[in-house]
């Protein structure tokens, strides 16, 4: 059933989020069906290229998905899928740099996001809409895509790999990082709350110590995690809530942090500006301000994300019994 999973992945591939795992799991159904019907006319397992021929019969993978599209005039829904994406593409293009601004703005000058916030990326995303739409409806009335479509080959579909699968180079990293972490606390870069250095002096908060205590701890256990990872690179319930309960942690750890105003005095060298040293440590105090709602809004990206895992987890597990036929 490789070749049905690959079509299948890539078929979803094309289908809008919300409803592309409802759809997946009836298509699979859908195939299953029409295979076991192929292999009682026969009376044998279909070899590959019967199952090829049957895939390709049903429609190039964006072609298919695109029956599943609400229909437009202007675009058809043979390319449908392909200019939904690409609107998506532009549209984070066109937002990557506002999304800039605020993030620099937030710490030099607060009082200006509001100002920039509708008005500047409103022309930006109008223009972007306007040309990829042109383009497509020129592709459109050409009948570029749907010609190139006839010629599809499902074996030349690539492999699926499973949505909960974790890459090893991520756990790899994940170790590595807490041995990086360990030298710095151990070596005394990270276990006192005075430097002194090139003339200089920086005088941070009492703080400063417990929370990279704090995030050791959380990290010993993240390596442990990311061992079994290795082992084991699949994501399941415990897994995901043990990963959770880690990132909130740090989470935590750094709201702790910020809200103790980190930084306490700054000297410099005698050859540096102190105004700008002075700056900085009103920039951080600034950045202490809104140590609740930066963290909170990293809170809801984390358990939003371990939602998501566990709704993929349970969707490929779903769709998997569906294409062996339990």
Not at 54 to 78: C, D, F, H, N, T
Not at 111 to 120: D, P
Not at 258 to 265: E, F, G, I, T, Y
Not at 296 to 306: D, H, K, P, Y
Request: hydrophobic share 50%.
């Amino acid at each position: 059933m490789d070749l049905v999973e690959r079509y299948i992945a890539a078929v979803k591939f094309w289908l809008p989020t919300a409803s592309k795992d409802d759809i997946a799991a009836e298509l699979a159904e859908d195939i299953r069906c029409e295979i076991e019907e192929a292999e009682r006319q026969k009376g044998r397992k279909l070899s590959e290229d019967e199952v090829s021929d049957l895939l390709k019969a049903r429609g190039a993978p964006m072609v298919v998905a695109s029956r599943y599209l609400p229909q437009r005039s202007l675009i058809g829904p043979e390319i449908m899928p392909v200019y939904l994406l690409v609107l998506k593409i532009v549209a984070a293009i066109s937002l990557l740099p506002l999304v800039i601004f605020c993030i620099t703005a937030l710490f030099t000058a607060p009082e200006t996001i509001a100002s920039h916030l509708f008005i500047a990326p409103a022309g930006s995303l109008l223009t972007s809409f306007a040309v990829v739409t042109i383009i497509f409806a020129i592709i459109e009335r050409k009948g570029i895509i749907p010609a190139k479509s006839q010629s599809w080959n499902p074996k030349s579909l690539p492999s699926v790999r499973p949505s909960g699968r974790i890459k090893r180079s991520e756990s790899v990293g994940d170790i590595t990082g807490c041995l990086v972490l360990l030298w710095l606390f151990f070596a005394g870069y990270l276990s006192r709350s005075e430097y002194w250095g090139y003339g200089g002096h920086i005088v941070l908060s009492p703080e400063w110590v417990p929370f990279w205590q704090a995030m050791l701890a959380l990290a010993l256990v993240e390596t442990a995690l990311s061992a079994i990872n290795l082992f084991q690179p699949v994501w399941t319930a415990p897994k995901i809530f043990l990963r959770m309960m880690i990132d909130l942690g740090k989470a935590a750890a750094f709201y702790w942090l910020l809200q103790s105003h980190p930084l306490r005095s700054l000297e410099v060298p005698a050859n540096a500006s102190a105004i700008d040293a002075a700056k900085l440590v009103q920039y951080i105090d600034r950045l202490s301000s809104y140590a609740g709602l930066l963290m909170g809004l990293v809170a809801v990206i984390v358990v939003v994300t371990a939602l998501w895992r566990l709704f993929r987890a349970a969707r490929q597990h779903t769709v998997v019994k569906t294409l062996a036929g339990k």
